[in-house]
């Protein structure tokens, strides 16, 4: 079965500093990986997403992400945070034509003015 | 597009008492909807997969009696949990799906609910 690992648990980063959330996977076959936000007290919101082709995806927002098949890893980025990127980012996992998608733990980011 | 509703988005009930959550795709018709909760501070856990006009699918370890699932049409699902008590106090999700896939799901701004 798949699963999704978020090593931090919490990251604070300074308005106009870059970004790194680490997601890693494990799954059988070719993953489907997702990143998504959730504001306080909302549903999900989809950043991006990638199911094959080019490695590195854009998402909303200025995001991005790379999926490395070798590190088992989909780690989201954005080149400068702004204030308005504070919230909670899951990753998650699927398969295609599969109702099983697994989330991780969830990175909560503080954005510091 | 693909917008998916919540009703109500928070309620507050006594223990024992029955709760339905409403869940509405307004601008598709969804094959597939999903429910899951969610913990403060933790990620979300699948309950359920309900097709239209089929039963639910429950994950292991749900009560399929104390959490009923209805998808009677392709735009609305529900979410009964019966005989409610404080540890049903969750964050209740919904997602829905134009195809018979959660990568293609969309989510609805979550249910608060919480039980005294």
């Known amino acids: 079965a798949q699963s999704v690992t978020q090593p931090d648990i919490h990251i604070t980063v300074s308005e106009g500093a870059s970004l790194e959330l680490r997601c890693n996977y494990s799954y059988g076959a070719t993953p489907y990986l997702f990143w998504y936000v959730q504001s306080p007290g909302q549903g999900l919101q989809l950043l991006l997403k990638?199911?094959?082709?080019?490695?590195l995806v854009q998402g909303i927002k200025g995001f991005e992400a790379e999926f490395k098949r070798s590190q088992s890893s989909f780690n989201l980025r954005k080149p400068s945070v702004h204030w308005s990127d504070a919230a909670e980012y899951f990753c998650a996992v699927g398969a295609r034509n599969n109702n099983d998608m697994r989330f991780g733990a969830g990175t909560r980011l503080t954005v510091k003015p | 597009g693909a917008v998916v509703s919540q009703h109500p988005s928070w309620v507050i009930c006594k223990s024992g008492t029955s709760v339905k959550i409403e869940c509405r795709s307004l601008?598709?018709?969804?094959?597939?909807m999903f429910w899951y909760r969610q913990f403060p501070k933790q990620s979300l856990m699948l309950m359920a997969t309900?097709?239209?006009?089929?039963?639910?699918?429950?994950e292991q370890g749900v009560e399929k009696d104390k959490f009923l699932i209805n998808h009677a049409s392709l735009t609305l699902s529900t979410l009964t949990v019966t005989s409610a008590h404080p540890e049903d106090s969750s964050f209740y999700i919904c997602?829905?799906?134009?195809?018979?896939?959660?990568?293609?799901?969309?989510f609805g701004p979550g249910t608060r609910l919480l039980v005294l």
């Open positions: 309900s097709n239209e006009g089929s039963k639910a699918t429950y």
């Open positions: 601008d598709f018709q969804a094959t597939t």
């Open positions: 997602s829905a799906s134009p195809l018979p896939a959660a990568e293609t799901q969309y």
């Open positions: 990638y199911f094959s082709g080019d490695t």
